[in-house]
T-cell receptor, first 110, second 111 residues
Framework: AQRVTQPEKLLSVFKGAPVELKCNYS??????LFWYVQYSRQRLQLLLR??SRESIKGFTADLNKGETSFHLKKPFAQEEDSAMYYC????????????FGTGTSLTVIP | EAQVTQNPRYLITVTGKKLTVTCSQN?????MSWYRQDPGLGLRQIYY???????DKGDVPEGYKVSRKEKRNFPLILESPSPNQTSLYFC??????????FGDGTRLSIL
């Protein structure tokens, strides 16, 4: 069963516009949610995790258990935000198995 | 420099010929894991290890083996590779139970 859904394969926004990358999950219990980013020709890297409630590079994400969502948001997109973004889920219920979504490729248009 | 190193970076081989992809980390991390990345499917976890001599199946473990005899190394073994294992493979490590530091990837082509 698919546990993490990223409905948009591709997303384009203009520089300075708000951006929201959608992530929905299906899992019982208490999952931990993450966002990862892969810039062109760079390694995949952890962007943020919901339990930290942090803002990294201007991005934030709020876990909405009612809607089972963990959307990634940034109020003003920058060209350097163009990258592949993956939402991911982990839960102790699965023995620390880790599930990635299929990814969203974000392009910020100058 | 803290890093995760995978070898080889590229490999073309034939069906049935055993191969090993090595993964080494120099950060003394307890958690290590392997993923394969396929178009349209994202990354899928193959195996993970929470510590030395402790390994567990991920989402797609069939056709793969791993071992964790020492903390720094976590090799991925394909005993009898098949074409459906052609993919891009990533190793990752962290001090917690989620991948944080990734290797550069290994592109395997099995003919």
């Amino acid at each position: 069963a698919q546990r993490v859904t990223q409905p948009e394969k591709l997303l384009s926004v203009f520089k300075g516009a708000p951006v929201e990358l959608k992530c929905n999950y299906s899992y019982s219990g208490s999952p931990e949610l993450f966002w990862y980013v892969q810039y062109s020709r760079q390694r995949l890297q952890l962007l943020l995790r919901h339990i930290s409630r942090e803002s990294i590079k201007g991005f934030t994400a709020d876990l909405n258990k009612g809607e089972t969502s963990f959307h990634l948001k940034k109020p003003f997109a920058q060209e350097e935000d163009s990258a592949m973004y993956y939402c991911a889920l982990s839960s102790a219920n699965t023995g620390n198995q880790f599930y990635f979504g299929t990814g969203t490729s974000l392009t910020v248009i100058p | 420099e803290a890093q995760v190193t995978q070898n080889p970076r590229y490999l073309i081989t034939v069906t049935g010929k055993k191969l090993t992809v090595t993964c080494s980390q120099n950060m003394n991390h307890e958690y290590m894991s392997w993923y394969r990345q396929d178009p349209g499917l994202g990354l899928r976890q193959i195996y993970y290890s929470m510590n030395v001599e402790v390994t567990d199946k991920g989402d797609v473990p069939e056709g793969y083996k791993v071992s964790r005899k020492e903390k720094r190394n976590f090799p991925l073994i394909l005993e009898s590779p098949s074409p459906n294992q052609t993919s891009l493979y990533f190793c990752a490590s962290s001090q917690t139970g989620q991948p944080q530091h990734f290797g550069d990837g290994t592109r395997l082509s099995i003919l």
